[in-house]
């Protein structure tokens, strides 16, 4: 089993920024992609980005260009730097790990974004 802890959401304004956390933990030998995906209410969850071991990288097309993926292997961590905010980013943002074709999730961890 992996968990997955995130951290550092909170209330930011338009424009300003933030920087997500995901740590993993337990049987994190064999992690391979790990990402960060979102749900706004009354919304589908929807990618944002994803990292594979190696660091390559995928970004939804809504955060291209302001959002910036990156991992610590050593720490079992994936982080999100997210800029230039908008009130359409606001979401409860959901790590992901995916480990021997099994796909684990945290908890979440709510951005809001003030206008």
């Known amino acids: 089993q992996v968990q997955l802890v995130e951290s550092g959401g909170g209330l930011v304004q338009a424009g300003g920024s933030l920087r997500l956390s995901c740590a993993a933990s337990?049987?994190?030998?064999?992690?391979?992609?790990m990402g960060w995906y979102r749900q706004a209410p009354g919304k589908e969850r929807e990618l944002v980005a994803t990292?594979?071991?190696?660091?390559?990288?995928n970004y939804g097309d809504s955060v291209k260009g302001r959002f910036t993926i990156s991992r610590d292997n050593a720490k079992n961590t994936v982080y999100m730097q997210m800029d230039r905010l908008k009130p359409e980013d606001a979401a409860v943002y959901y790590c992901?790990?995916?480990?021997?074709?099994?796909?684990?999730w945290g908890q979440g961890t709510q951005v809001t974004v003030s206008s």
């Open positions: 992901n790990a995916e480990r021997l074709l099994k796909t684990y």
């Open positions: 337990g049987s994190t030998f064999g992690i391979n992609d």
């Open positions: 990292i594979t071991r190696g660091g390559s990288t």
